[in-house]
């Protein structure tokens, strides 16, 4: 795992004060001055983007609980699907919109105005807007596999939009691909970039080009299954692999917390630092890995007295008495990697794009390769980024059980089962798999909130600042939605 340090204090104090102190930011980050520099900027929405995808705070995060890895243990509002009592959809809008995308307009603004002489600096100048866009488009894919309809096209720009009209997600998806290809496009490999001011490829351009078509990738994976976009996302998905897509763990998008706070990972403040426990594991996966034998389980959990015990789904329990993602007093040995400080986050990698080309592959996209290879290549990497070995891969995928060839049901159950394991610690992609394969077999708890109708959320429902303050077109988009409901699927959730 790459070494990457983040000084966001440093980059967001350069131009006005010498203390390194990450903690004492003078700067208003939400609405910068025109002495930010964009590489600043840049990091601040990378360093936000990672914060939100990978913390698992109730207030801004609960994909690990609908995922079901993980079940609350006193305060159970977020498994029974209450999302309402915290504003939860408001704060994932928010950060992504004003935390990240405004940010990352602003960089655009600020490169756009940066004077080039040579070719040398015309190029750095290109690739930097090109590396922004891939993110603005990044950003865009979460807010609409979240919500579904969502500002885009009156988005950020309130002073002529104060109160912006919500876009159909088909066209949007449609326009992200051309804006994705537009920034590949321009993205060369032989200059440079932001250097040390990118937080997750330090600047190197090349992998920012197996980023953008890994995106792509997973764009065309996510939309396979809607009749308008299909012919769209065969063509892409096999445009990005021919192009180059992450091959390895080397070429993950990840970003490396420091030891110390406030930057270390997300999870450290909430599982060891906040002195709550408040998380154990759940039992829909801990069953199906102690069933499989999955070598897995000693890096995702702590046994207890030896055993790995996931606890009844959204129903109260004492964390002592079931296992955990870490246990802040008694974690030892291979069992701290959760509660690591320096703990990497991860946006997209190695093993998710193996899962995804074992689904090209039985979707008939020109990939190369066989649906079980891939299949078994992303299984064997996930196991080995944990902390397992090859042999023990090996020996995994060689049960009747595990192997492509008998496991048990279609593709997309034996895919989606294995994906949703190897998705652990990654809570929006095991819920988004799952949303689109309609697998592992999980249900809603019978305590569930009435507004969950029964079944296990597909989507978030609207912020309620915008059902407040943006009434008109937050009504439109409910109806064009198919109804502002948790149960409501998503435009490419046809199953």
């Known amino acids: 795992m790459k070494k990457l340090i983040i000084f966001i204090g440093i980059l967001t104090l350069t131009w006005g004060c010498n203390d390194d102190s990450l903690t004492d930011l003078n700067v208003d980050t939400k609405n910068p001055s025109s002495g930010v520099p964009s590489g600043a900027l840049l990091g601040n929405a990378e360093k936000n983007l990672f914060d939100q995808m990978t913390n698992t705070n109730v207030n ?42 405004k940010d990352l307009k602003e960089a655009t603004k600020l490169t756009t105005a940066e004077e080039t002489v040579t070719p040398a600096e015309l190029k750095v100048k290109t690739n930097k807007l090109a590396i922004i866009e891939v993110l603005n488009v990044y950003a865009y894919t979460i807010l609409v596999d979240t919500f579904g309809n969502i500002p885009y096209t009156e988005a950020l720009d309130p002073d002529a939009h104060p109160s912006p009209a919500y876009d159909d997600p088909k066209v949007i998806y449609a326009d992200l691909f051309k804006r994705l290809d537009a920034a590949l496009a321009k993205l060369d490999a032989s200059g440079k970039s932001f250097g040390a001011s990118d937080f997750i490829y330090e600047g190197d351009v090349a992998k920012w080009k197996k980023f953008a078509n890994s995106l792509k990738l997973r764009m065309a994976i996510t939309v396979a299954d809607e009749p308008t976009l299909a012919a769209t996302a065969k063509t892409a998905a096999e445009q990005a692999v021919a192009a180059g897509i992450i091959t390895s763990t080397a070429d993950n998008a990840t970003l490396q917390y420091k030891s110390t706070q406030p930057n270390t990972n997300p999870l450290y403040e909430d599982l060891v630092t906040s002195g709550r426990y408040d998380f154990v594991a759940a039992s829909p996966l801990v069953t199906k890995m102690n ?93 080995i980024y ?24 279609t593709w997309k159950q034996k895919i989606g089962e294995q994906a949703w394991i190897g ?54 988009a409910g109806t064009a939605v198919g109804g502002d409901k948790l149960k409501t699927k998503l435009f490419w959730d046809k199953f």
């Open 423 to 476: 998705f652990y610690n990654r809570g929006y992609e095991a819920w988004t798999s799952w949303r689109r394969l309609d697998f592992p077999a999980l249900t809603a708890p019978s305590s569930a909130v009435p507004a969950s109708e029964g079944q296990i959320p597909k989507r978030f429902t609207y912020p309620v600042l915008e059902q407040t303050l943006n009434k008109t077109n937050y009504a439109a």
């Open 386 to 409: 944990w902390g397992g070995t090859s042999a023990e891969a090996t020996a995994y995928l060689a049960q009747p059980t595990v192997a492509y060839a008998t496991a048990t049901g």
């Open 60 to 101: 801004t995060n609960v994909f690990r609980l609908w995922a079901q890895h993980w079940t609350e243990t006193t305060y159970l509002d977020e498994s029974n699907y209450d999302i309402l009592q915290r504003n939860v959809p408001d704060s994932h809008w928010q950060i992504l919109y004003r935390d990240v995308l």
């Open 291 to 383: 069933t499989l034998n999955d070598p897995r389980r000693p890096y995702y959990y702590i046994p207890v007295g030896g055993v790995f015990i996931g606890a009844p789904y959204a129903q109260g329990v004492d964390f002592e008495s079931y296992s955990s993602a870490g246990d802040p007093a008694d974690a030892e040995g291979d069992h701290t990697v959760l509660l690591d400080p320096t703990l990497e986050g991860l946006l997209l990698d190695y093993t998710e794009m193996e899962f995804y080309l074992a689904e090209a592959v039985e979707r008939g996209f020109a990939v190369g390769g066989t649906a079980a290879q891939h299949y078994n290549n992303a299984i064997t990497s996930s196991i």
